[in-house]
């Protein structure tokens, strides 16, 4: 992007210092993320361009992000944790707003952190413990968040919605793709009754609903130096849904073996070690306020959000590639092979992940 363009934007924003350079930050599939580098000893900042063809309603999703930042401040102050460091501080615009908006794009900003590490993947089970334990306690001090939070992307994990969608595709065939498809196409039909079961503890509250992150991937936490959690980022997602949503997710991105979009699906399998460790993690912050029904649909979590990502990714294949960022031709179809892989590994290893789920808790029980 021009670098003009970008001083510009800067320019629009409460920054203290002079900006020296802005530069491209991150891999994320949905926005553009840039560093902005102040002159001298001046807070350096991250600076997004939120993708407004997925977010409907961006100044309802910043309202979000600063509710929940807030809230966390305030527990963070309590327990003497540094909220600058934390928990993310929106920077706003000069107007006060928490947004720009240029033309048709918006913006935000918020304080760069310094002196943190991130991972592309829990190359330890150390790791993925410390990863489940930031996400833990994460939901843990958002769970008395009395104030409700706008619904930001309608039906996001609502599988009953994104049948809906899927059926829509299906008929319109936008890229005359669907003929070639039906195998892919069969994975996703199999599941549909039994993930539909699913969705209505949701939709009748048997399962409740919190305050949650929906995008729990390693690389959406900051660790400091010493490789403690520090600060949970992307909080775009943040919304009222299931917890059982965060773990999924995570459980889906922090114990494949492969690759989201692996070319070779004999490298995708469920790490089960990496899984325990996950788990072992998020448990030592989340049994405190999980219900039992919750803990029950754990393992089964792991595989409708997997199972979700395969119908998303190959939706979005049939609909010609109009969402996720691709960078080749049938990305998006190897995604979904790699994806449908992992679901598949995931069934494999049912049994063991509900029995180590018990375990856990019968370990933290005796712990005590
Ligand atoms: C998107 O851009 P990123 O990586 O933060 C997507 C997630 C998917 C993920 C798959 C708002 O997140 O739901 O799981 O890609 N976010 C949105 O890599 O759709
Ligand atoms: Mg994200």
């Not at 998020?282 to 219900?291: D, M, V």
Request: charged share 25%; proline share 2%.
């Amino acid at each position: 992007m021009d670098n003009k363009i970008l001083m510009n934007i800067c320019a629009c924003f409460q920054f203290e210092g002079k900006v020296k350079t802005v530069r491209p930050l991150g891999e994320g599939l949905i926005n553009d993320t840039f560093f902005v580098e102040t002159i001298g000893n001046s807070t350096n900042y991250i600076l997004q361009r939120k993708n407004k063809n997925i977010f409907p309603n961006i100044p309802a999703m910043m309202n979000n992000i600063y509710k929940v930042t807030v809230h966390l401040k305030n527990k963070i102050i309590e327990t003497g944790g540094d909220p600058l460091r934390e928990a993310l501080t929106l920077v706003p615009a000069k107007d006060g707003k928490y947004y720009h908006k240029k033309e048709h794009d918006y913006w935000a900003a918020c304080l760069f952190i310094e002196d943190t590490i991130t991972h592309q993947s829990a190359s330890s089970l150390e790791l993925a413990c410390q990863g489940g334990k930031g996400i833990g306690k994460f939901q843990s001090m958002l769970s008395d968040m009395k104030e409700p939070l706008d619904d930001i992307l309608p039906g996001f994990h609502n599988i009953k919605f994104r049948f809906e969608q899927w059926d829509q595709a299906m008929e319109n065939d936008k890229a005359g793709r669907v003929k070639q498809l039906q195998t892919e196409i069969s994975w996703v039909e199999k599941y549909r009754n039994e993930m539909l079961d699913f969705y209505s503890k949701i939709e009748t509250g048997i399962i409740p609903s919190r305050v949650t992150h929906n995008d729990t991937k390693i690389s959406n936490i900051l660790f400091d130096k010493s490789g403690n959690i520090l600060c949970i980022i992307d909080l775009d997602t943040v919304m009222n849904s299931s917890c059982l949503y965060d773990y999924g997710d995570a459980i889906r991105s922090y114990a494949n073996a492969g690759l989201e979009d692996d070319r070779n699906t004999a490298n995708v399998f469920l790490k089960t070690d990496v899984f325990e460790a996950y788990t072992k993690g998020y448990l030592s912050e989340a049994s405190s306020f999980l219900t039992r029904e919750e803990i029950n649909c754990l393992a089964f979590s792991a595989k409708y959000i997997t199972f979700e990502q395969t119908l998303r990714f190959l939706m979005d294949y049939i609909n010609g590639d109009s969402y996720y960022r691709i960078n080749y031709d049938k990305h998006n179809l190897v995604r979904t092979h790699a994806q449908y892989r992992l679901l598949e590994s995931i069934e494999e290893n049912y049994i063991h992940m509900c029995e180590t789920i018990t375990k856990l808790l019968a370990t933290k029980q005796e712990d005590k």
